[in-house]
Nanobody, 116 residues
Framework: QVQLVESGGGLVQPGGSLRLSCVAS????????MAWYRQAPGKQREFVAS???????NYADSVKGRFTISRDNAKSTQYLQMNSLKPEDTAVYYC??????????WGQGTQVTVSS
């Protein structure tokens, strides 16, 4: 049974930073590509960043240069370091394990609110 548990969300002022974590269980973490998505109120869920099992990364244009995705296979954990946060980054952030280039399993989400 696959479980993905996110943590690290919260309230932060514009320009601040947060680091999200996602601990995975069930399956061999190191062989899967992983990603982060987010969903703002009234909007569709959107891609944020992905990381392959080999460590190659990809980012949405809206977060490029501000967010960094990484993974620690020994801890079965992926991270999303978010810097220079903007109010438009406010959303629920979801961890996902990919399969055939598509999200296959989802975490429960963690709320990120950027506000002064």
């Amino acid at each position: 049974q696959v479980q993905l548990v996110e943590s690290g969300g919260g309230l932060v002022q514009p320009g601040g930073s947060l680091r999200l974590s996602c601990v995975a269980s069930g399956g061999i973490f190191s062989i899967y590509n992983m990603a982060w998505y987010r969903q703002a109120p009234g909007k569709q869920r959107e891609f944020v960043a992905s990381i392959t099992r080999g460590g190659s990364t990809n980012y949405a244009d809206s977060v490029k240069g501000r967010f960094t995705i990484s993974r620690d296979n020994a801890k079965s954990t992926q991270y999303l370091q978010m810097n220079s946060l903007k109010p438009e980054d406010t959303a629920v952030y979801y961890c996902t394990r990919m399969w055939n280039s598509s999200p296959r399993y989802w975490g429960q989400g963690t709320q990120v609110t950027v506000s002064s």
